[in-house]
């Protein structure tokens, strides 16, 4: 059974669209977090939630809406596609969100491989 | 910000030989996890460190943190073609968010 699922695992798509990338964590996690490969292979966290709630947002543009309908699932809708927002996006889930300072091992999705032309 | 540097960059390494790579912190690190990345797959979480001085091992993998907690060092012994990837180290910045280098990447050749 896949632990961390995402769809598409790949997308391609035309600059000013649309679009939504989904993941879902059949682990029992509470905590979900989005993360952005660029083309020099530099990943970077981009939000993280705890039971549904977003926790934090690294400073990234409003374009890009995180949705979590529930705890299993963080979806990744962005508006507008910019050449740059072309990456491959990972979607990771934890236990907890390292509340006190624990340690909670994150465990990633396949990927979805973005190409805005 | 959290800054890992990783080296080296690449490294190519026959199958059988020994070989070490680095992530090297510019702050204190409070939670160091190694993962390794295939091509066109996810990331393959290997182990985490936490207490100065620890080491940990899985099948012919050891990963050490150094006293100081802000060195790690990856040694894989008679390397595999299954050990070829990219190795990346990320360190937790708080609220379990992880700051990445840019990775190690492992050419094994038969």
């Known amino acids: 059974d896949t632990a961390v699922s995402q769809t598409p695992k790949y997308l391609v798509t035309q600059m000013g669209n649309d679009k939504s990338i989904k993941c879902e964590q059949n682990?029992?996690?509470?905590?979900m977090y989005w993360y952005k490969q660029d083309s020099k292979k530099f990943l970077k966290i981009m939000f993280s939630y705890n039971n549904k709630e977003l926790i934090i947002n690294e400073t990234v543009p409003n374009r890009f809406s995180p949705k979590s309908p529930d705890k299993a699932h963080l979806n990744l809708h962005i508006n507008s596609l910019e050449l740059g927002d072309s990456a491959v996006y990972f979607c990771a889930s934890s236990q907890g969100w390292g509340l006190a300072g624990i340690q909670e091992t994150q465990y990633f999705g396949p990927g979805t491989r973005l190409l805005v032309l | 910000s959290q800054e890992l540097e990783q080296s080296p960059q690449s490294l190519i390494v026959q199958e059988g030989k020994n070989l070490t790579i680095n992530c090297t912190s510019s702050?204190?690190?409070?939670?160091l996890y190694w993962y390794k990345q295939k091509y066109g797959e996810g990331l393959i979480f290997l182990m985490m460190?936490?207490?100065?001085?620890e080491e940990k091992s899985h099948e012919k993998i050891t990963a050490k943190l150094d006293e100081k907690k802000q060195q790690s060092s990856l040694h894989i012994t008679a390397s595999q073609p299954s050990h070829a990837g990219i190795y990346l180290c990320?360190?937790?910045?708080?609220?379990?968010?992880?700051?990445f280098g840019k990775g190690n990447q492992v050419v094994v050749i038969p």
């Open positions: 460190l936490q207490k100065g001085g």
């Open positions: 702050k204190t690190l409070y939670g």
């Open positions: 990320g360190a937790d910045k708080g609220n379990n968010r992880l700051a």
């Open positions: 682990l029992g996690h509470d905590t």
